[in-house]
């Protein structure tokens, strides 16, 4: 550095203290030493959106939000404009790689108990994120303005419908009428821009909030001393960068050489409000929620449970009172998580095919599962446990 250049940077220091505070939280910052590859999907998730919200700046330069136009100008950025296919496919893979993140990134913090004080607000933050994340894809799918988009779309209107006494009219006031048409899909647009790029206040809000309580790590005792913490670089900034370039490879493999591998294929059909297709089927990601909305017979029913079923990942941190985090020292809970795992999976195979038979009695017991690990067998397990029941010297420490 020159001198210029050291007085410059001494000068804007002064003013902003950006530089030493990039150097404290992000460089300095004191990391547990024993966080596994599990702790590499926050990262994961943060690459994706990334990705996300870049392709989406040049797909918004060419994608026109009316319903005559909407399909073509999306075939028209596939087929003639320069790397218009990349950019699609780097966006749409990108979603799944997001969900793919986002999904282990919730089932580490579950299991590791990452949720717990004093972490409440990173997890309450996240939430919040993840409820974005669906809405900016929902609204997202809606655009292309294919089959899939139409009557997905449709089938959401339908449910709110449903709610009493308000449904119908809040629908019709957000989507600017009675059927999905010009007005909807403007709103949609708006609604899926807006929403993405809302997501990076938030995102920094969820990390800040990390900052203040620190990382969890898998034993779920806090470090105590220095001995037991490295700082952020060139520890963790390297193992995110060896994990990224597995992710990335992965995330290439799909955009490159199957980027319709995870889409519908009638959704390369025109939104056509006169035929409806013979299943109507999500995008992988949904399908858990989608299975539940149909895995009882009321729609206003599955709404509930649907809704319910993120609603109560809200309550975790005070349905589980046991004062040990990780599940790695928690031999009860540990299978009993492992199901609720299973049970997501289950539902999410469900929810990718026709509610009947089998497939509907399975997302039956999955959804029975899921409500049953959050009100029932976490609270009453958690409630029995003491530090010292599981062999710790005192609580939250070995
Ligand atoms: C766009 C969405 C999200 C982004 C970009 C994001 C990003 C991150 C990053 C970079 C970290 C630090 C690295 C790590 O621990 O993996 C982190 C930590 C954390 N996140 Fe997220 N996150 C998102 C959504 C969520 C969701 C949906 C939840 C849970 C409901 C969540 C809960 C947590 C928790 C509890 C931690 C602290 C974990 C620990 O130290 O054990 N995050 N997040």
């Known amino acids: 550095m020159t001198d210029k250049s050291q007085d410059l940077s001494r000068w804007v220091e002064k003013r902003l203290p950006i530089v030493s505070s990039f150097r404290r939280e992000y460089v300095d910052f004191a990391m547990p030493k024993n966080l596994n590859y599990l702790w590499n999907f ?3 998730a943060t690459i994706s959106l990334g990705m996300l919200l870049l392709s989406g700046i040049f797909l918004a330069l ?15 950025m596939d087929r003639q404009v320069a790397s218009g296919w990349l950019v699609r496919s780097i966006h749409m893979g990108g979603v799944s790689m997001l969900f793919a993140a986002l999904y282990v990134h919730v089932a580490r913090g579950l299991y590791y108990g990452s949720y717990k004080a004093p972490r409440e607000l990173i997890w309450l933050t996240g939430l919040g994120l993840l409820l974005m994340v669906m809405i900016t894809a929902f609204a997202g799918y809606i655009l292309p303005w294919g089959q899939m988009s139409y009557w997905g779309a449709t089938v959401v209107v339908n449910a709110f419908n449903t709610v009493p006494l308000i449904g119908k009219a809040l629908t019709s006031w957000l989507m600017g009428g009675e059927g999905l048409g010009n007005a909807a ?3 949609i647009y708006v609604l899926h821009f807006l929403t993405a790029f809302s997501i990076i206040g ?10 203040v309580a620190g ?17 952020f670089h060139p520890y963790y900034t390297s193992k995110d960068g060896l ?16 980027p319709d591998f995870l889409t519908l294929a009638e959704n390369y059909v025109q939104a056509n409000p006169l035929v409806t297709p013979q299943d109507i089927t999500p995008e992988w990601y949904f399908a858990p929620f989608y299975a539940i909305l149909r895995a009882v017979p009321s729609k206003l029913g599955g709404l509930i449970l ?7 990942l809200f309550a975790v941190p005070w349905l589980d009172k046991s004062p040990v985090r990780s599940a790695k020292s928690r031999p009860l809970l540990r299978p009993a998580l492992l ?3 299973f049970s997501f999976m289950a539902l999410g195979f469900a929810g990718m095919h026709p509610p009947a038979g089998g497939w509907l009695w399975l997302s039956r017991v999955a959804v029975f599962y899921w409500y049953l690990y959050f009100l029932i067998l976490l609270p009453l397990q958690s409630r029995g446990e003491t530090a010292s029941s599981l062999g710790f010297a005192k609580e939250g420490r070995e």
């Open 306 to 312: 649907a809704t319910g079923s993120i609603g109560v």
């Open 243 to 258: 994990g990224l370039c597995f992710f990335l490879i992965v995330y290439a493999v799909i955009v490159f050489f199957a």
């Open 42 to 44: 926050g990262a994961f």
């Open 339 to 341: 199901m609720l795992f």
């Open 202 to 211: 938030v995102v920094a809000l969820h990390i800040a909030t990390l900052h």
């Open 185 to 187: 899909l403007h709103r």
């Open 215 to 231: 990382s969890n790590n898998p034993t779920g005792i806090d470090p105590e001393s220095s001995d037991e913490t490295v700082p």
């Open 62 to 76: 060419n994608y026109s939000p009316t319903v005559s136009d909407a399909f073509s100008s999306i075939e028209t």
